[in-house]
């Protein structure tokens, strides 16, 4: 077994299976069917803008503020102060709120279907991580996120040079792993996880 994936199953057992995306707060270990309409898609991607530069737990405080705000229509109906009233607790909620509002048009726009890498990163404020994001976990496409955790755990396991760039490491990841999303899930949130502890 190559190192990496040695790694994956160390996690694996210290952590147990994670169930991420949570959906309206909802963990969903083992099961990846997620997620299950278009209404969890547009949410996951709402979580993967809000998450960016703070805490999963000032997140779920803005998930909730937003509560049944959850839809394209109902982020663009909102004014930019009662958005960024919701979303305060998830930092930068300045900017974060013309993102939530780029990513709703885009949504619509893209009606039904799985957006490109190269279509998400030319949103306004999506870059490689959020879009990863977006495509790994709304639209189960095998793609490895690289996130600040991911780095600094592969930099201490002694897989990774400390200079490699987010492509670099991902180019990595997805040539010493079977390419199937379920594992790219897990994988990313074990991380996120064992960053905790």
């Known amino acids: 077994m190559n190192p990496l994936l040695a790694l994956y199953h160390r996690l694996l057992d210290q952590h147990g299976h994670q169930g991420w995306w949570p959906l309206k707060g909802n963990y969903h270990p083992k099961d990846y069917s997620f997620p299950h309409n278009d209404l969890e898609k547009f949410e996951i991607g709402i979580g993967a803008i809000l998450t960016q530069n703070t805490t999963w737990k000032n997140v779920e405080k803005s998930l909730l503020a937003l509560g049944s705000c959850l839809s394209p229509s109902k982020i663009l109906d909102l004014s930019d102060a009662q958005l ?6 998830s930092g930068y909620y300045i900017q974060k709120t ?28 999506v870059g490689p991580e959020t879009a990863d994001s977006i ?36 180019a990595y990841c997805e040539s010493q792993l079977p390419r199937q999303y379920e594992l790219f899930q897990e994988f990313h949130a074990l991380i996120v996880e064992n960053n905790k502890s």
């Open 135 to 170: 495509l790994l976990y709304a639209y189960q496409i095998p793609i490895f996120v690289v996130d600040t955790y991911t780095k600094r755990l592969l930099i201490k396991e002694n897989l990774i040079s400390s200079n490699a760039n987010y492509a670099q490491v991902q």
């Open 84 to 89: 960024q009233d919701k979303i305060h607790s």
């Open 98 to 125: 013309k993102k939530l509002k780029n990513w709703a048009n885009f949504f619509i726009k893209i009606n039904h279907c799985t957006p490109t890498r190269e279509e998400l990163l030319s949103i306004w404020g």
